[in-house]
């Protein structure tokens, strides 16, 4: 789904695990409803890979599901997002404050967003707003954080009134304090 609307044309695998690389039991193509079936995927809990089928989707999704024996397994809705460039920080840009305003335009049909940067020398989130509170409504979010001397990725997501996510930053857009 993007935005309440089926993708047609998207390209899911059944994997055994959180990650891409495990084992795959299968693929498929959306039809026009959004609709796939990918059969011979073992009982227990697996992961469903779904990848866009245009270049606006520039992301994959991941949804978990549960197989039951002997019965087919009907998967929550997966919902992709388009890309978008954030303004500021700009990718590469060094910015001389340990607290930086992350801004972005408004993306059509968001409501809110989340924002999150992560520290690239451990990979860890030093500054999250909209992910486990209330999202933004603003399209713009100060870091409450010091951020020390480094590097730093950022990413920006777009969510509608239904609270599902339509529009992320191209990632990573990757800016250093110093």
Known sequence: ???????????????????FSSEHYGSAV??????FAIVGVPTGNKYLYVFGNRPEFWVSAVTPITMVAGA??????????KGFTPVAPRDGETVTTGRPLLRW??????????????RVADNQIVFSRGDFDARVKETSIQVTVTLIPGDYRWRVDAFNVGGHIIGCSNYPSSFSVR
Request: aromatic fraction near 12%.
């Open 72 to 81: 087919g397994t009907a998967a929550a809705d997966t919902y992709l997002c």
């Open 1 to 19: 789904m993007w935005n309440e609307d089926p993708v047609a044309g998207a390209s899911v695998y059944a994997t055994s695990q959180y990650d």
């Open 30 to 35: 959306t039809d026009v409803r959004g609709g």
């Open 105 to 118: 335009d408004p993306y059509p049909s968001a409501i809110d967003y989340a924002a999150r940067v992560i």
